[in-house]
C-alpha cells in the first residue's frame, strides 16, 4: 500500500492511497486506516479502480465491484454508500446523504473496503482524501429571528432554509423569553443555528446568545437587583448578552444596567430608531466602553417590514461554528450591512483589524469598500465624524490619517434622501491605547 500527501490551495491537504485487493478476499470486509490531524473541518474521499461494474450489468457481468463506508477515530460507523457513489465527505457542518455529521477529530480513521467482486488478478484502488482545514472566513447572519416556538410564523427547519436562499450562513432563533426549542434545534447542510433566547421585559429586551437556558429559574425580574442577577447569571453560563433596539419608542431599553456585551444598533429596516441606536452606541464607544455593534432583522412573520437577512450581522469567523461565530461576534470581527448583497466595509490599522487594539503610535486606518452605489463614507473617532469620502462607487481602497488622540475610530457608508441620512453598512471600531 502506497501513501501520499499534497498540500493544496484554500488550505486543503491531500493524501493518495493506492492499494491492492486481491481475489483472495473477495466477498470480506475490512478497513484501511489513515490519519486526520487537528484542525480539519471537513473530509472528502473519493476512489477508482480500473473494470468498475455496476448495475444490473455488474450483476450479470461482474468484473471488479468495491464498496466502500467509513468509520471515524472511536470506531463509530459513520455510513456506508456501496459502490453507489464514488466520492463521500464528511464534517460537523454536511456529509453525503447517508453519512453522519459530526466534528472532525484527530486521530485515526479507517476506510471501510467492501470487495465485492474482484477479478482474478486483483485490482488496485487509488483513494483520494482531501482535508479541508477549518480557515478565517466571512460567513453572513442574522442574529435576531422569531419562529413559531413564540410569535413567529414558521418553524426552525422552514427558516433555515429561507435563510439559506438569502445567502445567509447562520441565524439565531431569539424568541421571547423562550429556551424549549434549543433543545431540538434540526441539523441543516451547511448551516449553523446560534441558541438564543431575547430576554422580552418591559424594561427593555435583550439577546442572549450560545447558552441553550440563560436563566436560572424563569426570566422575571420586578427589580434593577433581579435584573443584574439574571443578566449576571446568564453571562456566567457563557452567554454574550446583547442589548436590542435601546431607542425603540414602543419598547426601549429603560434599564441602568449596562453589563451587556453587545447593542443591536440595527433592528429591521434602517429607520430613526436605528439612527438613535447608533448614536446611543457610540456615545457609549466615547465614555470608554469597547463594545461590539450588532443587527439583527426582528422578523416574525411575511407581509411585514422586517425580512430576512435585512440587516446581516457579517462576521470574519474560524469556523461556521457557533462557538467560533459568537466569538467573532463578541470580539468585534464584524461589520453590519443591510443585505447579503450589501455594501461590505472592512476597515484595518497595521495588523489590526475590526474589534482589535494598535498598541503602537500607527494611526494610518485603511478602508475597503465593495457594493457602493454612491454613498459617502463617514468616518467616526471619540472627537469627531467626517465625510472620508463622498459618492463611492463599485469598490474603493483609501487610507486616512487619524489624531494621535483617537481611542477609536470607525466607518459607516450613508445615503441622502432629501434631509434623511441613512445607513447601508457600519463597521465595528478599531481601538487604539
Known sequence: M????????????????????????????????????????????????????????????????????LLDRDGKFLGWSGSARSEISVGEYSSTKGYISEPILPGEWKIIVGAYHIAEEGVEVTYNIDFKKKQRQLLFGDLHIHSDASDGKFDAYTLANLSKKRGLDFVALANHNNCSENRFLPHVDDFTFIPAVEWTHYNGHMNFFGVEEPFENSFVANSEAEAEKLIAHARSLGAVVSVNHPKCRICPYLWNNENFDAVEVWNGPMRPTNSRGIVFWTELLRKGRRIPAVGGSDYHKPLNPARIGNPVTAVLSDSRSSKDILDAVKNGHSFITDSVRGVRLLINCGKAEMGDTVETEERLLKITGENLKGENLVLVTNTKETVALKNCRGSVKMAVSLEKDATFAYIKAVYSVGKAEYVRAITNPIYFD
Open 2 to 69: 502506497a501513501f501520499q500527501y499534497n498540500i493544496n490551495r484554500n488550505g486543503v491537504t491531500n493524501l493518495k492511497i493506492i492499494h491492492k485487493i486481491t481475489k483472495e478476499r473477495e466477498k470480506t470486509y475490512y478497513t484501511i486506516p489513515f490519519t486526520v490531524e487537528n484542525g480539519v473541518e471537513k473530509i472528502t474521499i473519493t476512489y477508482s479502480y480500473p473494470d468498475a461494474t455496476k448495475g444490473l450489468l455488474g450483476d450479470m457481468h461482474p468484473v471488479n465491484t468495491v464498496d466502500i463506508g
